[in-house]
Antibody, heavy 120, light 107 residues
Framework: EVQLLESGGGLVQPGGSLRLSCAASGFTFSSYAMSWVRQAPGKGLEWVSAISASGASTYYADSVKGRFTISRDTSKNTLFLQMISLRAEDTAVYYC?????????????WGQGTLVTVSS | DIQMTQSPSSLSASVGDRVTITCQASQGINNYLSWYQQKPGKAPKLLIYDASNLETGVPSRFSGSGSGTDFTFTISSLQPEDIATYYCHQYDIVPYTFGQGTKLEIK
């Protein structure tokens, strides 16, 4: 069974940093692209970032480009999202999602999410 | 960026009704479109991928169709457990984008 468990969310001040993690199990992590999708309170889904199966290619939404960095550690079956220069509008539940073997893919499975709150 | 225009934003229907949601892309997306169901406080769940393929284990009352820029999601006979918000999602061109969502309620 595919399991994705996010962690690392919390309260951070504007301009601060946070690193989210997503521990993956139940599939061959190194064979699948992964993504982060966020959802602001009471709002819809917003795609944030994606990384290819190999980790060689990364993609970002314009709203986070230059501030967020996606990465993966195959030895630990873990996906990361490093976030810096956080803004109030980054407040959201952040979900990690399992893609397909190619970066252009639907999302087979989602974690339960971790809440990031940016506020002073 | 590709804009995904989803309609309606909300919908009230009776148990047993046929429900249809549409999603229009601002440019062709090669049928790289999926549909998700999200219940309150839960993560989204994949229902349809590549515009018309039903994910394993998803009830057959759910279906998807369309091509190019115009796509449709249908529930053939609404059940009480289908109350949720539904999203379309294009994964053809980065940045991948979602529709605004359709909140489905029981009448």
């Amino acid at each position: 069974e595919v399991q994705l468990l996010e962690s690392g969310g919390g309260l951070v001040q504007p301009g601060g940093s946070l690193r989210l993690s997503c521990a993956a199990s139940g599939f061959t992590f190194s064979s699948y692209a992964m993504s982060w999708v966020r959802q602001a309170p009471g709002k819809g889904l917003e795609w944030v970032s994606a990384i290819s199966a190999s980790g060689a290619s990364t993609y970002y939404a314009d709203s986070v480009k230059g501030r967020f960095t996606i990465s993966r550690d195959t030895s630990k079956n873990t996906l990361f999202l490093q976030m810096i220069s956080l803004r109030a509008e980054d407040t959201a539940v952040y979900y990690c999602a399992k893609g397909g073997q190619y970066s252009s893919s639907w999302y087979y499975a989602w974690g339960q999410g971790t809440l990031v709150t940016v506020s002073s | 960026d590709i804009q995904m225009t989803q309609s309606p934003s909300s919908l009230s229907a009776s148990v047993g009704d046929r429900v249809t949601i549409t999603c229009q892309a601002s440019q062709g997306i090669n049928n790289y479109l999926s549909w998700y169901q999200q219940k309150p406080g839960k993560a989204p769940k994949l229902l349809i991928y590549d515009a018309s393929n039903l994910e394993t284990g998803v009830p057959s009352r759910f279906s998807g169709s369309g091509s190019g820029t115009d796509f449709t999601f249908t529930i053939s006979s609404l059940q009480p457990e289908d109350i949720a918000t539904y999203y379309c999602h294009q994964y053809d061109i980065v940045p991948y984008t979602f529709g605004q969502g359709t909140k489905l309620e029981i009448k």
